[in-house]
């Protein structure tokens, strides 16, 4: 689809080779501008959708992802539209991507990949033979462009987290378990007797992942790290077959946990507080295979989406800015380690712009500031104006004085990054 927006031109090009900023090689003007420029052509694409649509959309979406990544090969083609937005959203929490791809699916190749951003922008058409690999790996049923004309046809399929045997429904009934507008029982293999239906489904996810002892949201440290001593709660609670009322799944565990502390004392508090969290950020209703709800990441990022378009983007100092700022955003967090950064909207996209490249970035942050900076997009209004007065008093202490924008940027030695 081509659209005529505030970035369908392409990015600015520098006088000269050295010009422009560049921080850890990829936040870069040119690719501040092209991830604007993804953002734009997703959301104008939603827009020719209804609300419905839109909805039925993002679940087919978050299907075919999961598909994507399990058949991801080199060289591959550039993913659709709806995957690489899926990827995009998933590349957004820096933790749970860490998790679910390298950890707990896995799929280390896919994390280690970047998202294609000047491919996604020059958004050239298949080739017989793309086409023709596309069909190979995902069949006639799966479209390589979804729209709202063909997202209705074929199969929802999936193996169930119990039994391995495929869960198969018409993508309308689909839609409707995934949104939670049915929760009526259809036969199972695992059920025979009774069916299930989707909180069945998110309740087989824990159980699944409590057995395997790869629970999503407690495989990190604080930092960001791999931990080395398992979370120890994993290990003393028990999946729980039957949950009454079924929407109610991390009470059922809470008052198992509760038991168990008990007897186990105050060392696994800690433990005990961590997995509870996890069971209700990463599985009370989440039947996807993701540490996260992915659809309604999606659905966060369109407030973003609307604040960064009334910026006016002014070619190219507002993207060099975003790039500087940016650095000094990172400066202050290693600088104030206590505090919670808010970024500017600016800042916001060339940080999303690091993220993009997500072993890069971890690898950056790990290095530079000694933990990975984790992205979180969920933070409720009240809390983020409190934390945005902190901060912003933490900006405005400090003496970040550069050079004209017009020219090369560099830094003193006071500062910890080094910025061509």
Known sequence: MTYNGKFSEPAP???TYDF???LNGVVTVENCYYYLAFLERFWTFMDTMSLQEQRHYLARAEVRYEKWIHNHFSPMLVPPLDIAFMWHVHKLSPFR?????VLRLPCKKLFDDPLPLYDLFKNEDLTPNDLKRWKQTFG????????SQNMYSGTYQRPCYRCQQM??????NYYDYRFGANHTRFPHSCVPDDGINFWDVARMKIESDLTNGLVAGTLLNPDGTEKVTPNKMVAKVKPIQVIVPQNEMDRAYERQIQEQLRFLGSDYEYDANELLYAIRTSYQGNPSPFSIDLIQAVARQRKFYFDIMSIHWQRPISYIAAVRRYHDHLALIKKHPNVKAIPTLEIDVAFH???MHSRTYRNFTLTQLEKVINHDDDIPESSIKEHLREWQTVWSNQNLRHPSIEHRYR?????????K
Not at 97 to 101: G, N
Not at 140 to 147: G, H, M, N, Q
């Open 13 to 15: 090009v520098p006088p």
């Open 20 to 22: 422009f900023p560049n």
């Open 97 to 101: 991507c860490y998790e679910d791809l």
């Open 140 to 147: 006639d049923d799966e479209p390589y462009c979804l729209t």
């Open 167 to 172: 869960i198969e429904l018409p993508w309308p």
């Open 353 to 355: 712009t690091h993220m």
């Open 411 to 419: 830094f003193t030695v006071s500062l910890f990054l080094y910025i």
